[in-house]
């Protein structure tokens, strides 16, 4: 099984930083692409950006120019520095694996959630 783990949330005012990263432990042969997702209570979940094992990257609008997702592959490690942060930012943040656990096997898996909080 594959388990990831995400740390880093916290309570942060208006402008601040927060830095979230996500450890994927447990045996696979191949991570694929990274993400995080965020919730807002009475919403879906939204995609917040993404990253491919090469470090192709992509950012839902809202959060261009403030966020910067990375990765460590070596360290099976994906990170959120999150940055300019505003009051809509409040959520709980969810890291995402694409994942071959397996020669034949690909499976998403998803980690337990940080809640980031944006209050003055």
């Known amino acids: 099984q594959v388990q990831l783990v995400e740390s880093g949330g916290g309570l942060e005012q208006p402008g601040g930083s927060l830095r979230l990263s996500c450890l994927a432990s447990?045996?696979?042969?191949?991570?694929?692409?990274m993400g995080w997702y965020r919730r807002t209570p009475g919403k879906q979940r939204e995609l917040v950006a993404t990253i491919t094992r090469m470090g192709r990257t992509n950012y839902v609008d809202s959060v261009k120019g403030r966020f910067t997702i990375s990765r460590d592959n070596a360290k099976n490690t994906v990170y959120l520095q999150m940055n300019s942060l505003q009051l809509e930012d409040t959520a709980v943040y969810y890291c995402?694996?694409?994942?071959?656990?397996?020669?034949?096997?690909?499976?998403?898996?998803w980690g337990q959630g940080t809640q980031v909080t944006v209050s003055s």
């Open positions: 447990g045996k696979f042969f191949t991570i694929y692409d």
């Open positions: 995402n694996a694409d994942v071959s656990v397996s020669m034949f096997v690909r499976q998403d898996y």
